[in-house]
């Protein structure tokens, strides 16, 4: 084996013990969605059937999701075994999901995306929890659709002391929230600005933000633009690649 195939291989370990960083995380997902091996890799290292029996379903925390309104995001403290457990469950479904959507022979119609998926952000150090917890309660306004709320949320969290990576963060689901209730132009107008300000951001967020504006542009009738943008989205070749190729072809 090739020493740079095993050091993928121990980063998907060490992604399952949980040792690596969010950026780290970032990285190897960006790889494992381009190559077919280190897929079959991951699904053959991680025993579903036991995760979603005995560790994700059976888990209290599931009942307490299941008895919820399903459009409000929540925030669930799991110890760091189930925790990390269930981020692999997860992953595991939505990698299923991409290659359903990328690889599948179903008829593909480019058509801008309907809404955005909030990111909830979470940080790695004790003192920025507050921000957690109130960009939670600002998706959660957002899920029920109280999209001015929302905003005013965040409006109020911009005059906090916030680090680069949360507001980058917040930025990010002010622009989607716009868009989610159909004010495109003010989204554009957020994720325009993210990019002219932040210019050494992580890459998979800056091909993020080119795919939302490429969607952004398209619900707009601008053609042209929209192209410009989901042409970067492709040349950055992280995670929304495949998807792009499609729309440009």
Not at 225 to 246: F, M, P, S
Request: avoid cysteine; aromatic fraction near 12%; glycine fraction near 2%.
């Amino acid at each position: 084996m090739k020493s740079s195939q095993k050091h993928i291989y121990d980063q998907i370990d060490a992604y399952r013990a949980g040792k690596l960083s969010d950026k780290e995380s970032e990285e190897l997902w960006a790889k494992l969605i381009e190559n077919d091996d280190l897929m079959e890799y991951l699904v053959n290292s991680v025993n579903v059937e036991e995760i979603a029996n005995n560790e994700v379903f059976a888990s209290p925390y599931m009942s307490k999701i299941q008895s919820k309104p399903p459009r409000v995001a929540r925030i669930f403290i799991l110890s760091n075994k189930s925790a990390r457990i269930a981020a692999v469950f997860l992953a595991f479904i939505g990698v299923l999901s991409a290659l359903y959507l990328f690889r599948s022979d179903y008829v593909f119609d480019a058509h801008p995306i309907s809404a955005i998926e909030l990111d909830s952000y979470r940080s790695s150090s004790i003192p920025s929890a507050t921000f957690d917890y109130e960009l939670q309660e600002a998706i959660n306004l957002a899920s029920l659709e109280q999209y001015e709320a929302a905003i005013d949320k965040l409006n109020e969290m911009e005059l906090e002391d916030l680090s680069e990576e949360q507001a980058i963060s917040l930025e990010l689901n002010k622009g989607s929230i716009y868009y989610n209730r159909g004010d495109y132009t003010a989204a554009r107008d957020v994720f325009v600005a993210i990019l002219d300000h932040y210019e050494e951001m992580h890459v998979l967020t800056e091909e993020q933000i080119h795919w939302f504006l490429g969607n952004v542009y398209l619900q707009l009738g601008r053609e042209e633009l929209a192209q410009v943008h989901i042409q970067k989205t492709y040349d950055l070749n992280g995670a929304y690649r495949r998807l792009a190729e499609r729309y440009l072809d």
